[in-house]
């Protein structure tokens, strides 16, 4: 007689198909319990799938509740876990890229099914099609956002995605418009309708949605201080007010005078122009359409750039203005930390290494200053007689000790000086160097040249007294 197994050991037999059946009670990831089954071509390997099934619910390890396929989990993902904690805007993007590359590339796979061979070769697809890597990036990060929140519910042991396989992105490099840019760009807005708003991202560095939600209550004219707190961001097609990009993106910058008065004359047409309409407005935007409605962010870059064409000024993007001002600040010899702050950045390398840009002529500059530290050292010696670059040619005596001699010591002495005083000349044009540079520095050379002329004292007592040396013992 068959031994009865205990409950919840499980059981296995034979089906009438010849295959092997195997079923066991677990716990659920819901808190019920479930019957389940698992089907192999031998006793053993049903027997060891039971086993590992036995072991999960050992270690606390709930079974799901339902077999996921990815493109249900998907859809419960967007409603549950991303749209309460994402921006629209974020939302917006995840849902157009899980509609149309996610959910028919591998939403038929099973959720504990999926490997990483499997979302390898989808993104190697996706590559093929003539996709950016970027884009395969995007899509690697979606869906291992996706897999980790599986994770934490227990209805997989990993996330495939993190071995998954992509080339390196190069973005796109910037090039900021240089100083004769931009004013051609300020002169060319003076009489478009909204000067005011293209004068605001290359004055503040402000981002689109950041100058097209800016508010009237939002400008203090007697402080002179303008907040930015909300921005205008394109949501099913349609414009609408939202929250700043990131926490730092919440920030007070001074109302120049320049802006106030752009901003001033821009009020008094915004209002001759609200008496027109038949229904007042109930916003506070500063910039709106002719009809008073919030400007769609496509369309203020559009115009942007109808500007840049009809005068002839190289386009950039809108939001490139941020990487001009960034710069511009960094060469006025304004801190990183404060271009930060103004701009709005979370981390003080973004605003380094991805916004401020250095061109030829920086470059120029800056090995041009280290040119003229250096040149005095590399001249060629004018007592030399192959006149080569160089130092003074090294003198031994006759047990092989170096001397160095009034020539030497001369040149030591000139060459600190000429360095200092590269060095301390380019001091004085920076702005960003004090005096204690030119103490320190000063009290470096006069070190040296009383070193040489102490040394070169010693050079000529050490010859004489050998001269004397010798004359007394030829004497007796």
């Not at 702050?341 to 061109?359: C, F, M, P, V």
């Not at 090995?367 to 192959?386: N, Y």
Request: net charge positive.
């Amino acid at each position: 007689m068959a031994r009865r197994g205990a409950n919840g050991e499980g059981t296995i037999y034979r089906r009438k198909d010849g295959r092997y059946e195997g079923a066991l009670y677990a716990f659920t990831t819901s808190g019920t319990k479930k019957r389940l089954r698992f089907y192999g071509a031998t006793r053993a390997e049903v027997h060891s799938r039971l086993i590992a099934a036995k072991a999960k619910q050992q270690q606390g390890i709930a079974h799901p509740a339902k077999e996921w396929t990815l493109s249900d989990y998907l859809t419960y993902w967007l409603r549950e876990v991303a749209k309460p904690n994402v921006r629209p805007t974020t939302l917006e993007r995840y849902s157009t890229a899980i509609r149309l590359y996610l959910q028919p590339g591998l939403g038929r796979y099973r959720l504990t099914r999926l490997s990483v061979s499997t979302v390898q070769a989808f993104l190697n697809g996706h590559l093929e099609q003539g996709h950016s890597t970027h884009s395969a990036k995007m899509l690697r990060a979606i869906l291992s956002s996706v897999l980790t929140s599986a994770q934490r519910e227990e209805l997989i042991t990993r996330n495939v995605t993190s071995l998954v396989k992509l080339p390196t992105y190069v973005a796109d490099e910037v090039i900021p418009w240089t100083t004769d840019e931009l004013h051609t760009f300020l002169q060319a807005i003076q009489s478009h309708q909204l000067s005011a708003a293209f004068l605001l991202p290359v004055l503040y560095g402000l981002r689109r949605g950041e100058v097209l939600g800016l508010r009237w209550s939002d400008i203090d004219f007697e402080r002179e201080v303008i907040r930015i707190r909300q921005q205008i961001v394109r949501v099913a097609g349609a414009p609408q007010p939202g929250p700043v990009k990131t926490k730092s993106g919440r920030r007070d910058l001074p109302l120049l005078s320049l802006a106030r008065d752009v901003l001033l004359k821009h009020r008094e047409k915004q209002r001759e122009l609200f008496q027109m309409c038949p229904t007042p407005p109930t916003h506070d935007l500063v910039f709106t359409t002719a009809k008073a409605l919030p400007i769609d962010p496509r369309n203020f870059f559009r115009s942007f750039v109808r500007v840049c064409k009809a005068h002839r000024i190289r386009a950039i993007r809108l939001h490139d203005t941020r990487h001009t001002t960034a710069t511009m600040l960094d060469v006025l010899g304004v801190s990183a930390r404060t271009v930060q702050a103004i701009l709005g950045h979370s981390h003080i390398s973004t605003t380094q290494q991805i916004y401020q840009h250095s061109n030829m002529d920086l470059k120029r500059d800056g090995v041009g200053r280290l040119e003229g530290v250096l040149r005095g050292a590399f001249a060629p010696h004018e007592d030399s007689q192959d006149k080569s670059p160089g130092y003074p040619p090294i003198v031994r005596d006759g047990n092989g000790c170096r001397q160095i001699s009034r020539q030497t010591a001369k040149f030591v002495v000139d060459t600190t000086s000429m360095i200092s005083g590269t060095w301390l000349g380019w001091r004085d044009s920076n702005p960003r160097m004090h005096g204690s540079i030119e103490a320190s520095l000063q009290a470096r050379v006069t070190s040296v040249r009383e070193a040489a002329q102490t040394r070169t004292r010693q050079q000529i007592l050490g010859v004489v007294a050998v001269k004397l040396a010798v004359r007394y013992s030829l004497q007796n």
